[in-house]
């Protein structure tokens, strides 16, 4: 039977679909164009990316004494998908401009794959 804790856990990774979904519409539409102040080098971008490696590499770290359940699974997901989503995130500072929409749609299918999976994941009982 599924508790309410998993039940919690889908409905947060469904988050994660949806904004995973509107990063990958963002990047392939070009929508972060038109606003003249999109400027994917400033030290927020830089902040961005670092909080999310740090966050990611804490969850990845913190479940290592922990048993071998789907919850580590699903926090082994999320913690590797946050750090790759923020390499990405901190590449935006080296490529070209034109190219910003192709990474940004990467990193939206990264987190749309991660809430998928931890979503399936969590529907587990163990």
């Known amino acids: 039977m599924l508790t309410p804790a998993n039940l919690f856990r889908m409905m947060t990774e ?16 070009n ?9 994917p080098r400033s030290p927020a971008w830089l902040g961005l990316g670092a909080i999310l490696i740090y966050w990611g590499a804490r969850a990845w770290v913190g479940t290592s004494r922990a048993a071998r359940t789907s919850s580590r699974t699903v926090a082994r997901v999320g913690g590797s ?8 995130m901190l590449a935006l500072v080296v490529l070209e401009f034109r190219a910003v929409g192709m990474v940004l749609a990467a990193a939206g299918a990264v987190l749309a794959m991660r809430g998928f999976l931890a979503a399936v994941l969590s529907l587990r009982t163990d």
Request: net charge positive; glycine share 12%.
């Open 14 to 29: 469904f988050i994660f679909i949806l904004l995973g979904g509107f990063l990958v519409w963002l990047g392939l539409s």
């Open 81 to 88: 998908s946050l750090i790759l989503v923020g390499f990405m």
């Open 31 to 39: 929508r972060f164009l038109h606003p003249p102040n999109f400027n």
